[in-house]
């Protein structure tokens, strides 16, 4: 029914920037947060950012990386991740994440927040 399609990573170096993509298909208007996590080889997924939505608009932003930041496409709907000044321990698959059951309860910080998930694109920062 809801279905979500991660795109924009790739190969950069140390100082790059790139911007994800998190595009929303489907009965997305209930929506009420959208999530960026990321998990790298040997580590835990742990969370980066995450936007609120309401009525099929994107509201409140917040990012654990002072380097990134989390918008959103109102019309789409899409979550973007643009991150700056990249550094190897960046390096990581980057996950969306869709809440779509329940209220905004504080910032949804954990995986279990949220109720579906993209497949992943990888993100690699080397010199």
């Known amino acids: 029914q809801v279905q979500l399609v991660e795109s924009g990573g790739g190969l950069v170096q140390p100082g790059d920037s790139l911007r994800l993509s998190c595009a929303a298909s489907?009965?997305?208007?209930?929506?009420?947060?959208m999530g960026w996590f990321r998990q790298a080889p040997g580590k835990e997924r742990e969370f980066v950012a995450a936007i609120s939505w309401s009525g099929g608009r994107s509201g409140d932003a917040l990012s654990v990386v002072d380097r990134f930041s989390i918008s959103g496409d109102n019309i789409s709907p899409t979550a973007y991740l643009q991150m700056n000044n990249l550094k190897p321990e960046d390096t990581a698959v980057y996950y969306c994440?869709?809440?779509?059951?329940?209220?905004?309860?504080?910032?949804?910080?954990?995986?279990?927040?949220?109720?579906?998930w993209g497949q992943g694109t990888q993100v690699t920062v080397s010199s």
């Open positions: 994440a869709a809440r779509l059951y329940g209220p905004w309860l504080g910032t949804p910080k954990f995986t279990n927040d949220y109720d579906l």
């Open positions: 489907g009965r997305t208007f209930s929506m009420t947060a």
